[in-house]
């Protein structure tokens, strides 16, 4: 069997194990160096977590175990298509390989589907629903927290 086709099967496995115990059908991999490195299920139901999905657990414990929040050379391998939170986690760790067995219209029927949200995401900042805002605090006089982190790393 095609390698990347047994990691998706695996993910989808883990979905399946995580219905049985009440969760959500949602489970993914972390694979690096064609080995599974992490896996992860959606708790958002047992945690109250609204972050628990799959695909952030696995990336949470891959990043655990190589012990860096960097995760270059590191694929997902997902059981849905991922929604937009767990897309920009995975990019913004450097994740730069993203597979899904079952897509967005596959789970639309069963109210699963991200794809408003991508749509939404896909629009202006100002056109969306959510508000969204730059509301400026500082003291133009001070150096700015950004200004302070920068020679914070300098004195090391
Ligand atoms: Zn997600």
Known sequence: ??????????????????????????????????????????????????TS?????????????????????VAIYASGQPCPMCLAAMRMAGITEIAYAHS???????GLSTAAIYAELAKPLGEQSMRFRH?????????GLYAEWQQRQKKG
Not at 28 to 40: C, D, H, K, L, Q
């Open 1 to 50: 069997m095609d390698q990347e086709k047994r990691f998706l099967r695996e993910a989808v496995g883990l979905a399946r194990r995580n219905i049985e115990t009440g969760g959500r059908p949602f489970g993914a991999v972390a694979v690096r160096n064609g080995e599974v490195i992490a896996e992860g299920v959606n708790q958002m139901l047992e945690t109250g977590d609204p």
């Open 53 to 73: 999905h799959a695909e952030m657990n696995a990336l949470r414990l891959a990043a655990k175990r190589l012990g860096s929040a960097r995760l270059d050379g």
């Open 104 to 110: 967005n219209a596959d789970a639309e029927p069963y």
């Open 135 to 143: 509301v400026p605090v500082g003291d133009t006089a001070d150096p």
